[in-house]
């Protein structure tokens, strides 16, 4: 395992190896004008997050670092956070500088796609999300505020009143507190603001450097390093007593600060001077400093296990396709009826179709180059719509050749797609033209041995027992009188291969709320709002068009 540091500067991410503390990478981020601002990476250090100017954020793959996925959010995004699971990255979009609101992108990880737009105050650019993932703190800078969002619903629930311009904010290990560096606006200001998280309320106000704009906390919570980008140093904050206990001279313009997940060293980024200081926790002092980057501004560290490497070689067995063509041919094909009244009034329809090689020959001295001539064979029946009884059969042949790669050994086989047939009746009464239509494709294979990497052997999912008790789709379940009085129910569910349902929880005929149940079996949790009420009052009914599987249903 080692660890990384990602830091964001002009148009590049570029990737420090913290136990050499060099450069060994860089990300492009295109176009050439673009300006990478603040990074975020998942808790599995597979994937980091960088917003740019260009409204978009981008993701790059930790393991090949290479990007993977741009995706449009906000205006102006800045400060981004991911949640402790990983599932969801949150992003502050700061918006332009007219704008009278910004808003807050909430990214799934799983699609790499925005889920949900969360409108709050003007001009949001740091965020924090508390350890558990169950709320994400955001500075609102014209508003001198801190909204906070409920991640289970995505709504401010909170606004706390804060220092002048709050730009960063960084959450202690417990939850317990929120630290946000005040920067300042019409005039620098010197704060940041402590806030209780079980209050929302602010306890204790510290003054610090000059333009503190960013903040990160030790992993025992006991410190948090503030950078001041007008004082060209950070300040030291014993978060038991809330006082500066040190002030450490950086580089100039320092602007952005990642610690450790050891908790040894302090990434801090300085703009101006084009590098990056690494400080030492044990003496707080400057280490080491890394030059020659471009204007750095965000900075993320991580540790990286390594990327799976084929541990060893397999030889498997597996049938090869050298080469393929694909073909549609037409015929019209003329058909003399019978003087019959079961003859005036017949469609057609395709019974079966089959091929046949008629000859494969050597094209030339072109190596493994065969000329193929092939037949294929359209039956087809013609039915009374009368009676609709078969009262005539035909077979309409089309003949092919084609050419192909196909190295000794080698099987030649067609697949017909699709065959079709439509007619219609000539005046005269006796004759029925018909075009028949065939698409297909030829293809040369081989059965062949090749020799992949073995990264492991498969891992099985457990398997799931449909044991558990069903609820068709439309259909309710009554809970059991046992207990008779409930004010929980809790439960796993799943829904047929592939499918969704919705199951909603009925208070007699009234619904109070629904969950989406797919087909990986969850669990889920339902508390019923006023309770207790009586079992059989109570009852869940599938919404949706797939079965739903119940487990291990418990009431309290």
Known sequence: MSTLAYVSNANKVSIIDTSTNTVVNSVIIEPADNFAKLIAITPDGRFAYVTNQYYFATVIDTCTNSIIATIPVGNVPTGL?????????????????????GSVSVIDTNTNT?????????????????PDGSFAYVTIGKADSVSVIDTATNEVVKNITVGDLPVAIAITPSGSYAYVANQGQSALTNTVSVIDTSTNTVVDTITVGIGPSSISITPDGNFAYVANVFDNNVSVIDTDTNEVVQTIPVGSGPVGTSITTDGNFVYVTNF?????????TTINAVVDTIPNLSRPVGIATVNITPCPTPSDKMCIETTRIFDSCAFEEQQHKTFNLPN?????????KVIETKYSIL????????????????????MLDFISNCSNDPVLKRTVYFDKNITLTAPEGSDISCDINSATCECVKLNCGHKLTCTVEIAAVVKSKKLVQIQIPFLGNCQSKQCCSCEGISIAPGKSLTLSSEPSQINRIKFAAKTSHGMTSQLAAFLNTIPFTSKTVTEQLKPFEINLPGGPFPAENISLRNLGKSTIYIYKLTTE
């Open 340 to 348: 019959s009244n079961e003859y005036q009034c017949i469609h057609c």
């Open 359 to 378: 000859d494969i020959t050597k094209t030339g001295e072109e190596q493994d180059l065969v000329n193929v001539n092939l037949r294929i064979e359209v």
């Open 81 to 101: 956070a991911v949640t402790p699971n990983g599932r969801y990255v949150y992003v502050a979009n700061s918006d332009l500088a007219t704008a009278t609101s």
């Open 272 to 280: 101006i001077s084009n590098s990056v200081s690494v400080i030492d």
């Open 114 to 130: 925005v889920v949900k737009t969360i409108p709050v105050g003007r001009d949001p650019i740091g965020i924090a999300i508390t």
